[in-house]
């Protein structure tokens, strides 16, 4: 059930003595019945308001019905957890005093770092890396062996082996950070410490009583265990600020403390402990996201990292520069090969060949010709889908490939296969060579910066420092002290470094960011990215399902008013959208010129069109058909 402001909100209960034969109004998604048409309206405005909050995953600013099917996803994440896991995670979660953000990041390392029985991962098997799943750990004094079976398509065990931690390999976490936050809300009964779900303890067989060691730590107080004062006040001590305030509200709620024993909150602080207060600045209220993708929302982080990827190496790739838009486009249109979609396959193609690394060692690409074409492009494609490690994924979609109709794929395939080529494309040994370069360049940059800035503050202490002692040497006549402050002024002009050079080193280091990260995170999780070669800011949610974005300079004061400077996330959010200010408006203001000369030349084609049959590659929605690679291989 959705919360209200972060309270417990209660549905009405139908009205008494209902006829079945009399009009009444219900609410779709709560069901419940009025016979006040005025009651209705003010019941359902309340529903549409921003006020709600997922009970669940913690989701603020939402509307009753959004947070209802944000709870139902959250719900269907924890069905689909592991359940090789559960138990596993449980024992870990069992009366914990950590806080949730730091229980994920301990269970999540947990994992990162632990084999235990059920869990599924890849083993070197001979020549091949396969997957399979660990049946037993076998400990041997201070050495382990594992047990393994290896596993079928449809994850059956096929036959086992016995297996060193050598042999193993983890090429991903098992569950994400939100996965787990989700996970440990929904299986415990309370937090502080955090206590699992009676059902649960008893079907995997969690401890339900505190270890002997931690019983002196708790008491039992109306039916809950609650840390005692002395353990709450060893908390505070420990944990930073943020994480004290907390505990310490936590204590007054349950009546363990008094008001008069809260401390004054020193900011920032974890952004979801705060609460509005009268010192708080008015903020503006946050615009909504332009949500307009042509590809599916769940496929714009893939869109994303292999434009960028293409962009930030395209001299590398020898692949010509193209705009987002164009990408897009190219990416959902279904009639026939677009030749900048074969083109950037075929500079990766290109790079991986080079390169003589697994993929060209374990592909027939290296019988072919050398010379991708846009007649056999797609046997390049169909050698890379056919590699054991991606076979299952695709095997649906080979048939189309191979009978010649690539642009029928769904276009969350399509970019499924080119994110699956990138990430091949990274473990290159040219681009981590690219990207060991661009490191040692930014650090010799960086060192000389640091350096700059030391020069520069040497230079104001002395400057400072002689300009006091000046004002204390009363013995000096007032013309003396005026040769010397010009001689002093002149001697500092002299020796002050360049400050336009200090400047420019942060430019030089900027340029070599090859890949883009993000510029930080607001008070829900959600990433912000901006991209040097795209005039957009955009917003990826923080389960990386739903993207947006914003292009006006309007939007982006409006967000940079909206959020708080008390809290961590979004204090250091604020500084880098302030510190980028003048680079993304001056970007955002170009992109929203170009879009209107855009719809300007369309309306103008499309009257033309009314007198004259116009051809297609006019309209400028259709410009990416005029892609050529310029910087291609000769």
Not at 285 to 301: A, I, N, Q, T, Y
Request: hydrophobic residues 30%; aromatic residues 8%.
């Amino acid at each position: 059930m959705p919360l209200l402001k972060r309270k417990t909100f209660s549905l009405l209960d139908p009205p008494k003595d209902l006829d079945a034969n009399e009009s009444v109004f219900q609410v779709r998604f709560t069901k419940e019945i009025f016979r006040d048409y005025q009651e209705y309206l003010k019941r359902l405005n309340l529903y549409r308001q921003r006020v709600w909050t997922c009970k669940v995953t913690g989701k603020t600013n939402l509307t009753y019905e959004e947070a209802l099917v944000s709870e139902h996803r959250a719900y269907e994440k924890v069905q689909q957890f592991p359940k090789e896991l559960v138990g596993s995670i449980l024992h870990m979660i069992q009366y914990s005093t950590l806080n949730l953000m730091n229980l994920v990041d301990k269970i999540w390392v947990k994992m990162q770092e632990d084999i235990f029985e059920g869990l599924e991962l890849h083993a070197r098997k001979k020549d091949s890396t396969l997957p399979c799943r660990i049946l037993k750990v076998i400990t041997d004094g201070s050495t382990s062996k594992y047990e393994v079976g290896w596993l079928n398509r449809d994850k059956k065990v096929t036959e086992t082996s016995i297996l060193t931690s050598d042999d193993l390999i983890r090429k991903r976490p098992p569950v994400s950070r939100n996965m787990l936050k989700v996970f440990i809300k929904e299986s415990t009964s309370q937090n502080a410490p955090w206590v699992v779900r009676e059902d649960l303890a008893k079907k995997y067989g969690v401890p339900t009583n505190p270890p002997e060691e931690m019983k002196s730590k708790f008491v039992y107080q109306n039916g809950f265990v609650r840390c005692n004062k002395q353990t709450k006040r060893a908390i505070q001590e420990d944990t930073e600020n943020g994480e004290k305030i907390k505990r310490r509200k936590s204590g007054v709620e349950n009546g363990s403390l008094t008001d008069e024993e809260m401390v004054p909150v020193k900011y920032p602080i974890e952004d979801s402990l705060l609460k509005p207060s009268s010192d708080d600045p008015i903020f503006t209220k946050r615009p909504h996201l332009v949500r307009d993708f042509k590809v599916p929302l769940g496929s714009v982080g893939y869109l994303l990292s292999v434009w960028d990827f293409c962009s930030s190496f395209g001299r590398h790739l020898h692949l010509s520069p193209f705009s987002l838009t164009d990408f897009e486009n190219a990416i959902c249109h279904k009639e026939g090969n677009v030749v900048l979609i074969v083109e950037v396959h075929a500079a990766i193609f290109y790079l991986l060949m080079r390169d003589e690394g697994d993929y060209f060692k374990n592909s027939p690409s290296k019988k072919r010709k050398s010379k991708i074409s846009l007649v056999n492009w797609t046997e390049y494609l169909c050698d890379f889908l056919e590699n054991e490690d991606r076979a299952a994924l695709f095997s649906n979609n080979l048939p189309t490939i191979k009978r010649g109709h690539y642009g029928l794929l769904d276009t969350e395939v399509k970019l499924r296969i080119l994110h699956e080529l990138v990430e091949e494309a990274l473990t290159t040994a040219s681009i981590r060579e690219k990207l060991d370069e661009q490191i040692q360049q930014q650090t010799a940059l960086r060192a000389a910066n640091r350096e700059e800035a030391r020069k520069k503050k040497e230079l104001d202490d002395s400057a400072k420092s002689e300009s006091e002692k000046m004002e204390m040497d009363q013995a000096t006549s007032s013309d003396k002290v005026q040769v010397k402050g010009k001689d002093r002024e002149k001697s500092s002009e002299k020796k002050k470094p360049d400050e336009a050079q200090h400047h420019n080193l942060e430019r030089e280091i900027e340029k070599l960011n090859i890949r883009t990260n993000p510029l930080g995170k607001d008070r829900d999780h959600s990433r912000y990215w901006f991209f040097r070669r795209e005039g957009r800011l955009f917003v990826e949610s923080s389960d990386s399902k739903q993207w947006g974005y914003y292009s006006t300079k309007e939007e982006l004061d409006a967000l940079i008013g909206s959020l708080n400077p008390k809290g961590i996330r979004e204090m250091a959010l604020k500084k880098q959208l302030e510190r980028f200010y003048q680079r993304i408006s001056t970007s955002l203001e170009k992109r929203t010129k170009e879009v209107n000369q855009k719809i300007l030349l369309e309306e103008a084609v499309l009257r033309r069109s009314t007198r004259v049959r116009a051809q297609p590659r006019d309209n400028p929605a259709m410009s990416f058909l005029k892609y050529s690679n310029k910087w291609k291989e000769a």
